[in-house]
């Protein structure tokens, strides 16, 4: 199956500071990958989706000023999340459809970023 | 109401047992359905799709579609302790750029 890694895994960070993370699809191109944020024990919520060559789509209550979504290319979009504060920590988690092959069913998810913000 | 509803469990079975996992859902516009494998720590797995209604067999693994009743289901059959893990059930359609709603997930545990 295709595969989309993540980087960092996991990151410490103290507050007030900024944490990049970022998304890529390995072997395939996705021009939109998903940005999701994950609690203990829930379900993904989703954040953003990432469009290259155009701005993000933020859902409703997502702030677009303190999570920054850049896709940078056909493989490549990365998270920043500006200013952390104890509250952003979480598991983040991107995905990008196989457009090629399936595309609405077909999402590969990356491993996650797990954020701690001290 | 949420558009997608899934019993969290968690769900406790022995070793061999069939589990049902199932979802319900309120939109009628999605067109597909699928479940994932979380493991703790780890980004989600997808086991397998179905588009629009029936059945569809992997393995162990069976995954069905009401959609008159708005109803998906995914059966493990022969249980075994590896698959311990969040199941979650997701839905998209055809418009919306593929974008994906999820369920809770359930947390099954196979006992050994």
């Known amino acids: 199956g295709a595969v989309v890694s993540q980087h960092p895994s996991w990151v410490i960070c103290k507050s007030g500071t900024s944490v990049k993370i970022e998304c890529r699809s390995l072997?395939?191109?996705?021009?939109?990958m998903f940005w999701y944020r994950q609690f203990p024990k829930q379900s993904l919520m989703l954040m953003a989706t990432s469009n290259e060559g155009s701005k993000a789509t933020y859902e409703q209550g997502v702030e677009k000023d303190k999570f920054l979504i850049n896709h940078a290319s056909l493989t490549l979009s990365t998270l920043t999340v500006t200013s952390a504060h104890p509250e952003d920590s979480s598991f983040y988690i991107c995905s990008a459809p196989n457009e090629e092959s399936g595309g609405a069913a077909e999402q590969y998810f990356g491993p996650g970023t797990r954020l701690t913000v001290t | 109401q949420k558009e997608v509803e899934q019993d969290p469990g968690p769900l406790s079975v022995p070793e061999g047992a069939i589990v049902s996992l199932n979802c319900t859902y309120s939109n009628s516009a999605f067109q597909y359905f699928m479940w994932y494998r979380q493991y703790s720590r780890k980004g989600p797995e997808l086991l397998m799709y179905t588009y629009s209604s029936g059945n569809k067999e992997d393995g162990r693994f069976t995954a069905q579609v009401d959609k008159s009743s708005k109803y998906i289901s995914l059966f493990i059959r022969d249980s075994q302790p590896s698959d311990s893990a969040t199941y979650l059930c997701a839905m998209s359609g055809n418009t919306g750029g593929f974008k994906t709603i999820f369920g809770a997930g359930t947390r099954l545990f196979v006992k050994a």
């Open positions: 072997d395939f191109q996705a021009t939109t």
